[in-house]
């Protein structure tokens, strides 16, 4: 099994930054991937970035540029520059384990964005 704790969320204005994290334990050397997933009133979890067991990354459209995805042993990290209002939502941490995949999935951090 993989948990996974966020903390770092909050309330920021527009152009600040903030950067979330989490951390991961257990079985932590059958992680595959690791990535964040936001979650805003009323819609759907989208991807926001992930980062590879080796490294590579990748952002949804909306965000490149502007977040940076990192892991450092069993903590990723999203760094988020240039915030927008739209970018209010649950922050949630995923990560992918395990021979037969599976996902575990943290219990989200609230981001904040005021205009």
């Known amino acids: 099994q993989v948990q996974l704790v966020e903390s770092g969320g909050g309330l920021v204005q527009a152009g600040g930054s903030l950067r979330v994290s989490c951390a991961a334990s257990?079985?932590?050397?059958?992680?595959?991937?690791m990535g964040w997933y936001r979650q805003a009133p009323g819609k759907q979890r989208d991807l926001v970035a992930l980062?590879?067991?080796?490294?590579s990354t990748s952002y949804a459209d909306s965000v490149k540029g502007r977040f940076t995805i990192s892991r450092d042993s069993a903590t990723v990290y999203l760094q988020m520059n240039s915030l927008k209002p739209e970018d209010t939502a649950v922050y949630y941490c995923?990560?992918?384990?395990?021979?037969?995949?599976?996902?575990?999935w943290g219990q989200g951090t609230q981001v904040t964005v005021s205009s």
């Open positions: 980062i590879t067991s080796v490294g």
């Open positions: 995923n990560a992918v384990w395990g021979a037969t995949p599976r996902n575990s």
């Open positions: 257990g079985s932590i050397f059958s992680i595959i991937q």
